[in-house]
C-alpha cells in the first residue's frame, strides 16, 4: 500500500490571514453602522474568553436585515483591504510544494467564502448565517467556535488520510487552541502571550512568508 505522505497545513483567519482589529465578523458589522452595539459585544466577550466560547449568536443578530449579496460586496473589499502581508505569496508558495491549505474561523461563511476565492485554499470553513429570500434574518444557521474548529480539522484529516506529524496550524489566539491537539506543529503567529507559551514554534514578525522558512 503507498503512504500517504501528505501534508496540510490549517491557518486562524483573525489575526493571521487578515491583519485586522477586533476581526472580521465585528469589523465588518462596524463597517454597516453597527459600531456602538459592536463594541459592547466586545467588551463583553474579552470578559468571558477565558471560560470559553461566547458572543457568535449575539453578532449574528446584528446582521438581521442585511442582504446577502451587500454582505459579501462589503466582505471582498475588507478582505482584499486586510490581507495580512506575505499571505497569497505564502499560499501559492504551500501549494507548489503540494501542501493542502485550509483556514477554519469563526467568521461568517461569507468572509470565508470571499477569502477562497482571493487565496488558493483547498478548504476554508466559518460560521453560516441563516438567509431567508437572500436576506440575513438574525440567526446561526451553524456555529462554528473554538471547539468546533477543532472537530473540522480532525475530519479534515480523516478525509485525506493524513498522519498528525504532517499537520501544522498557524494561529494567533485563545479560540485556536482547541486545534493543538489534532496538529504535529503549531505555530503561533503575531500571538497573545497565553498562545506563545502553547507554540512550538513562535513568529513575531507580522508577515506570514516568515512561515515559510519553518516548515
Sequence with gaps: MKKNNTKLIVFDVDGVLLDNK?????DILVLLGKEKEVQRIDEEYQRK??????????LADLYQG?????????????????????ARETLEELKKKSYLVGALSSNPQFV?????????????????????????????????DRYRKAEILKEK???????KKNVTMVGDSLTDLPMIEEAGLFIAFNAKEEVK???????????LKEILKLI
Excluded: H
Design 112 to 144: 470565508m467564502d470571499v477569502l477562497s476565492e482571493i487565496l488558493p485554499l483547498d478548504f476554508c470553513e466559518g460560521t453560516r448565517l441563516e438567509f431567508e429570500g437572500g436576506i440575513a434574518i438574525g440567526r446561526i444557521l451553524k456555529k462554528v
Design 22 to 26: 477586533m476581526g472580521g465578523f465585528k
Design 49 to 58: 474568553k477565558f471560560t470559553g466560547p461566547w458572543g457568535l449568536k449575539e
Design 66 to 86: 442585511f442582504s446577502k449579496d451587500k454582505l459579501k460586496k462589503v466582505a471582498f473589499n475588507y478582505c482584499k483591504q486586510n490581507l495580512m502581508k506575505g
Design 157 to 163: 484529516i480523516k478525509q485525506f488520510g493524513i498522519k
Design 197 to 207: 507559551e502553547k507554540a512550538d514554534i513562535i513568529v513575531g514578525r507580522k508577515d
